[in-house]
């Protein structure tokens, strides 16, 4: 062990951190799919969706992890999803 790999971080991917906290601890809001986003083999792999927080509407969207991509009828426009939000910031969110 060189004295280098003593001060060298661990990258860590912020975003899977950001959705790992969400979905331990953010709220739970409904919402709906508004469209979807395809791979090549023409399954969905994006979702983009909008959900309303205290009389505010929010649209975002999340690409779908491998657990999400083998229930793909729960993500076709129209259906009504569960959202996990930031109560601080609750245009941070993610489809669960």
């Known amino acids: ?13 912020a975003e899977a951190e950001r959705r790992a906290r969400l979905l331990r601890t953010g709220r739970i809001a409904d919402g709906t799919v508004l469209d979807v986003g395809t791979d090549e ?8 969706y909008a959900y309303q927080i205290s009389g505010v509407e929010y649209e975002s969207s999340q690409t779908l992890d ?15 999803v569960t959202v996990r939000y930031d109560p601080r910031q609750p245009a941070n969110s993610v489809v669960v």
């Open 1 to 13: 062990m060189g004295l280098l790999s003593l001060f060298r971080r661990e990258r860590r991917d």
């Open 41 to 48: 083999a023409g399954g969905i792999s994006h979702v983009f």
């Open 66 to 80: 491998d657990a999400q991509r083998q229930r793909p009828a729960a993500y076709a426009p129209g259906a009504s």
